[in-house]
């Protein structure tokens, strides 16, 4: 899967992000943040809520260039991005909203696999008003995957769905990413989903925002089942009280 | 069962009066207080609809009146089309630059509150009788309406979805057939409503002041030998004109544009 021109990490560097409000307030949102993503694993930034993680994603993205550091993105690199909200265009079918930001080289066949994949088959023809939020969800985590991202973004994803539609989409996350293997990054507040996805676990301080420390989970992402999850969570809780108690 | 019956009776029965029976019902309504209105006052100065549509067909066949309609339309469609391109183009720009709408603003609240007169007498004047004085006067007319309405539009653009176009990288062209004017589509369908009704009215009034010809010229000339039944002639005749454009051109349009909207879950 390795793609020409494109090196084996991304790297991110935010020395400062600082938001001037209206009335000329200055908010440090991040600060001495620095991140070596390792390629085709799977990155959680976990952190309490409004840490400034959808912040951070907005920059590595490149949504955001009002910052201090560097993004070591490559050039022509492929991104695809999955939203809090599904954010598909209502005037588009399904399958014009996940064609049009396709890779050039995605085929009928390739977009017939995901939908199968991630359950949005019969879907294709319909437009987005049409769909619950969780079939939407599902459109746009196929959107992401259709770029055929060299870098895939996933902000917060599963949030504000009921915990059974949520936890099976977060297996769909992993039976497409595990069969598609891509360099991601997923930022969450929701200490299970963390465990369950990540490859490196990175613990976020808030305010301004910086790196904690970072957790390599060893064991594969098939194999944690609820026990695996709590006692890896146990462990963490006893290490970390700061960033794993109260959820 | 005799309960769900009667329902479904009622259910027929609002959607005969909610179909196109209920518009002829109308229109039909509308000819005869005319009718009988002209019975009544038994005068030159206001012929009843037959006399009205008697002179239409008379003159359609052995007269000029549709190469007079035919004139109006292309100056309609001309100033229109001017109009739409220029005040969209302002309105968008002036929506997404707060500074160019800062510079901008006052020239449009001039323009705003310019009588059509004004300006049409002005454009003669400056730019001669000629059919681009007239065109660009009118278009002019209706340019600070479009602005207007565009400038809405332009603000009320979904910053999520400017977002993901940015991060997903679509080029320009994609992202402004995509994403851009899809949202813009009822802002583009107000302003072309409103234009096309204001503009066929100031067209008339740029041919009576200075065109030798169109619906205006013909009724300002009828005016003058006080023939009613002429000036209601064409009147009608370009109303029908306009009406056809709104039920066979702007609506079937509007509705392809929308289609994606409200469809059951």
């Known amino acids: ?247 | 069962m005799s309960l769900s019956l009667a329902r479904s009776d009622a259910g027929q029965g609002t959607r005969i009066l909610s179909g196109p029976v209920i518009s002829i019902l109308s229109v039909a309504g509308f000819l005869l207080v005319w009718f009988i209105a002209a019975e009544i006052a038994q005068s030159r100065m206001l012929p009843g609809p037959v006399a009205v549509i008697e002179y239409i067909y008379k003159e359609s066949v052995h007269g000029d009146l549709v190469t007079q309609l035919g004139i109006t339309l292309w100056r309609v469609i001309a100033s229109f089309v001017v109009a739409m391109a220029i005040g969209s183009m302002l309105g968008l720009a002036m929506g997404q630059s707060p500074a160019l709408n800062r510079v901008l603003d006052p020239w449009l609240i001039v323009l705003l509150n310019l009588p059509a007169l004004v300006i049409i007498i002005l454009a003669y004047v400056w730019f001669g009788l000629n059919e681009a004085a007239a065109i660009g006067a009118v278009a002019l007319n209706k340019i600070p309406n479009v602005i207007v309405t565009l400038r809405e539009g332009a603000r009320a653009l979904d910053p999520g979805l400017d977002e993901m176009a940015r991060a997903y990288r679509l080029s320009p062209w994609s992202k402004l057939r995509n994403v851009t004017l899809p949202q813009l589509q009822p802002y583009f369908a107000a302003a072309s409503r409103s234009g096309l009704s204001l503009i066929w009215k100031i067209v008339l009034v740029v041919e009576l002041l200075g065109r030798p010809n169109g619906v205006g010229f013909e009724l300002h000339l009828n005016f003058q030998l006080f023939n009613v039944t002429a000036i209601l002639g064409y009147t009608l005749a370009f109303v029908a004109v306009m009406l056809a454009i709104e039920y066979l051109l702007v609506q079937p349009i509007e509705r392809h544009a929308t289609r994606w909207r409200n469809k059951p879950v």
């Not at chain 1, 790297?11 to 200055?26: C, F, H, L, Q």
């Not at chain 1, 996350?173 to 969450?188: G, K, Q």
């Open chain 1, 1 to 247: 899967m390795q793609r020409a021109g494109v090196t084996s990490q991304f790297e991110i560097r935010i020395d400062e992000k600082t938001y001037v409000g209206a009335d000329g307030s200055r908010l440090t949102a991040i600060r001495d943040f620095v991140l070596d993503v390792a390629q085709e694993s799977m990155t959680v930034l976990m952190g309490p809520s409004g840490c400034g993680k959808t912040t951070l994603l907005r920059i590595v993205a490149g949504l955001d260039d009002r910052f201090v550091g560097k993004v070591n993105v490559p050039e022509g690199a492929r991104i695809g991005v999955m939203f809090q909200e599904p954010r598909l265009l209502p005037w588009r079918t399904v399958r014009q909203n996940i064609e049009l930001v396709a890779a050039p080289d995605f085929s009928a066949e390739d977009l017939e696999w995901l939908a199968q994949a991630v359950g949005i088959a019969d879907m294709l023809p319909r437009y987005p008003q049409e769909l619950s939020l969780g079939l939407a969800r599902r459109v746009a985590l196929a959107r992401a995957f259709a770029t055929k991202p060299d870098l895939l973004l996933l902000d917060e994803p599963f949030v504000s769905l009921d915990e059974r539609t949520a936890d099976r989409l977060r297996r769909l996350l992993l039976e497409v990413w595990s069969a598609r293997p891509t360099t991601a990054i997923l930022v969450t507040h929701n200490a299970r989903e963390a465990i369950l996805l990540a490859d490196q676990l990175v613990l976020l301080a808030s305010r301004p925002t910086h790196v904690v420390t970072v957790e390599t989970i060893a064991v594969p992402q098939a194999e944690r089942d609820p026990q695996a999850i709590e006692a890896i969570h146990v462990d963490l809780l006893e290490r970390y009280p700061a960033n794993f108690s109260g959820r």
